[in-house]
């Protein structure tokens, strides 16, 4: 049976099985997975973030920022099928695998916060948040002091920088975003 520790890292979904037993391999799907603080995107107009809480062997995705109207608890039973890792729905009937990306898996840290989430994962992150009527969810590569986006559920927003920075209790973003900080995991070093 899994457990949370062993889940951080980059994951790609290689197949979701519908109830009406319909199969997808082909849309891509991330899911960058922290200590419990987690981002996923689902492509264009849909991701969503928050925190990750596991009970026997299903795991609970509590959204925090979520892109789409707010729906089913977001719960499966989680197992391995030799390094997939195999999610099936429990309140619908669904079944994804998963494949980790390889890639350094530390730092692995997290911020929780007012309306956002930011979490690290080796030369990875996921930011998501929600501002008024705006919101973005967003995953990518950590080069130096560059924090470059490269999938995001807003296209337009692919290719930019994300500039975090820590102070007096708060994650600032880009100059313009000032965030509370609300819980922390892992040791934070940007």
Known sequence: MPVMADCTGLWRRTLLIEADGSRDNG?????LQGL??????R???EGF??????????????????????GLPDAGRVSWDGDTLVEVGVHADYTEHWER???????????????????????????????????????GEITGPDWRI????????VGTMLRPRV????????????WEI???EGSVTL
Do not use: I, K, Y
């Open 101 to 139: 990306e390889a890639g350094p898996r530390q730092p692995c840290w997290g911020l929780l916060l007012s309306a956002a989430v930011l979490v690290r994962v080796g030369n990875r992150f996921g930011w998501a948040w929600r501002s008024g009527d705006e919101a973005d969810v967003s995953l």
């Open 49 to 70: 973030a928050g925190q990750l809480d596991q009970r026997l062997d299903v795991f609970e995705w509590t959204r925090l920022v979520d892109l789409q109207p707010a």
């Open 167 to 178: 102070a007096e209790g708060q994650l600032r973003v880009d100059d313009d975003l000032a």
């Open 43 to 45: 492509g264009p107009g």
């Open 36 to 41: 419990s603080m987690f981002v996923d995107v």
């Open 150 to 157: 490269t999938t995001s559920a807003d296209v337009s927003r």
């Open 27 to 31: 849309t891509s799907v991330l899911w």
């Open 182 to 184: 609300r819980e922390t």
